[in-house]
């Protein structure tokens, strides 16, 4: 299941962010401290990226935004009414086609059949797979998955998207192409997203902010914005200012792992 349904919005609460991180401390019940002290916004229509070495936290950082995971210290207020989760692997039922795939979302909520058959196509035509709704995930490329795994994201329509290492298995082609393409839905469906990388290009072109985080425990090391708007051309990744940025990410990650 990539949707995670949270408390509906609050209509008296003050707009500012759609989720933020007040002074989060996670410590597993192993004793392992995963996170301290992490203060974090992302804004509505915000791409925040984190970056960090393996192990700091990242994958925990979404999990406490999902809610799929309790904090121990401070607090996490998520203020969207819908959050979708997008994994490294694309998750899908190998019984399933990719349409039926995208439409277990609207099956778990009830919504009735033609509408979600309807949803389910409109966004699968929204990542490119046109023609490919009757195909099964092992006729599909690996690129192909991941394009169905975020149509499966995205037809709940979430204010927030989370992304944990989602194009980390692709190779270097499909992988540009699919940055492209991220930023493109991005553009059109206006989410806030929240998206962990290892890879410091992908993170400087896709962000409006690159958070990088030191090793565990994990805490903000640098929290920097972008100065582009979208879309941005793939070029963009050559400019001596992106070099410049990528630069000063780099050396927060090699000064703190
Ligand atoms: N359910 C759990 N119980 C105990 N410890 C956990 C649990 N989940 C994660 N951890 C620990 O918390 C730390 C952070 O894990 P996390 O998966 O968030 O790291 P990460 O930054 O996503 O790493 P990677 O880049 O390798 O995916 C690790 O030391 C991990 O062993
Ligand atoms: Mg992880």
């Not at 989720?19 to 002290?37: I, N, P, Q, S, Y």
């Not at 919504?111 to 995930?137: I, M, N, T, Y």
């Not at 992908?202 to 090391?221: D, T």
Request: one cysteine or more.
């Amino acid at each position: 299941m990539s949707t995670v349904q949270t408390a509906p919005v609050d209509a008296t609460a003050p707009i500012g962010h759609t989720l933020r991180f007040d002074a989060v401390t996670k410590r597993f019940d192993t004793g392992t401290v995963a996170l301290t002290d992490v203060s974090l916004d992302v804004s509505p229509g915000e791409f925040v990226s984190v970056v960090g070495p393996s192990g700091c936290g990242k994958s925990t950082l979404l999990r406490l935004a999902s809610g799929l995971e309790s904090i121990t210290v401070g607090e996490v207020d998520n203020r969207a009414d819908v959050t979708s989760f997008v994994f490294q692997e694309p998750t899908l039922l190998e019984w399933r086609s990719a349409q039926k795939n995208v439409e277990l979302v609207g099956e778990l909520a009830h919504v009735p059949a033609a509408e979600r058959r309807a949803r389910a196509a409109e966004a699968l035509s929204l990542v490119g797979l046109d023609g490919f709704e009757k195909q099964h995930p092992r006729a599909l490329s690996g690129g192909m998955r991941m394009r169905v795994s975020i149509a499966r994201a995205l037809v709940a329509e979430p204010q927030l998207a989370l992304f944990d290492e989602p194009f980390g298995a692709l190779d270097e082609i499909t992988r540009l192409r699919m940055q492209t393409e991220l930023q493109r839905l991005f553009q059109l469906k206006g989410f806030a997203a929240m998206f962990i990388t290892h890879s410091i290009s992908e993170a400087v072109y896709l962000s409006s902010r690159v958070v990088v985080m030191s090793g565990r425990p994990g805490r903000i090391a640098l929290d920097i914005p972008l100065p582009w708007s979208y879309p941005r051309p793939p070029e963009l990744r050559y400019e001596p200012e992106f070099g410049a940025i990528a630069g000063q990410v780099s050396a927060a990650l090699g000064e703190h792992s």
